[in-house]
Every structure is written in C-alpha cells, then in structure tokens.
C-alpha cells in the first residue's frame, strides 16, 4: 500500500554539499565553544572549591583564637573578682575600724568636755 513515487523520490533526495559543510563547521564551532565554557566552568568551581576551604579554614582559626582568648578573659574575670573580694574584706576591717575611732572620738569629746567644766 505504499506510493511506490514516495518511495522512489525519498532516495533520491538532493543534498547541498557546502550547505552540509557549513552546518558541519557550525556544529564543530558550537562543539567548542560549548567545550570551553565548561572547562571555565570547571576551573571557577575548583576556584569557588579552593576559596570555601579557605574560608572554613580561617572559621575555624578565629573561631579557637577567640575561644582562647574568652579563656584568658575569664581567667583574668575571675582574677579580678578574687581580688575584690579582697579589697571588700579589707574595707569591711576599715569601717568597723572607723567605728571605733568615730565611738573614741566621741568619748573623747566628752570627756574634754568634762575635763573643761
């Protein structure tokens, strides 16, 4: 049941050479250009690779540089409460000290009163 003149003329089909040549050429353009983005692709991803390990790198550099250093601020927190609890007890003998000054004081002002009457 097939048209025996389609089969015939589909053999026959013309072909132009520098046509097919062109497309030929354009194909192999497309080739490499297609090529060359994609080793550029390539080498900015292994740019962008190298670039986030080094970024991880110097995360975790600062982040144990500053865990050392909260370390020797707390150290030196801690420090400087010890010596304010120091000063704190050494304030608290100055003002019963001061007491028994202020309470001699007194007696002596009463008694110079006294002595003067």
Same mark, same amino acid.
């Given at each position: 049941?097939?048209?025996?003149?389609?089969?015939?003329? #589909?053999? $026959?089909?013309? +072909?132009?050479?520098?046509?097919?040549?062109? /497309?030929?050429? %354009?194909?192999?353009?497309?080739?490499?250009?297609? $090529?060359?983005?994609?080793? %550029?692709?390539?080498?900015?991803?292994?740019?962008? #690779?190298?670039?986030?390990?080094?970024?991880?790198?110097?995360?975790?550099?600062?982040?144990?540089? +500053?865990?050392?250093?909260?370390?020797?601020?707390?150290?030196?927190?801690?420090? /400087?409460?010890?010596?304010?609890?120091?000063?704190?007890?050494?304030?608290?003998? /100055?003002?019963?000290? #001061? %007491?028994?000054?202020?309470? /001699?004081? %007194?007696?002596?002002?009463? +008694?110079?009163?006294?002595? +003067?009457?």
């Amino acid at each position: 049941m097939s048209d025996p003149q389609f089969e015939k003329d #589909s053999y $026959n089909i013309p +072909l132009d050479l520098t046509m097919f040549h062109s /497309l030929e050429e %354009r194909a192999h353009s497309l080739s490499d250009d297609f $090529n060359g983005t994609v080793a %550029r692709l390539k080498d900015q991803m292994n740019q962008m #690779s190298t670039w986030t390990a080094d970024a991880g790198s110097v995360y975790t550099s600062s982040v144990k540089q +500053l865990s050392k250093e909260i370390e020797v601020c707390t150290g030196k927190t801690v420090g /400087l409460i010890t010596q304010c609890d120091e000063l704190d007890k050494d304030f608290a003998q /100055l003002v019963d000290l #001061s %007491r028994q000054i202020k309470a /001699l004081d %007194r007696a002596l002002g009463q +008694l110079q009163q006294a002595i +003067l009457k």
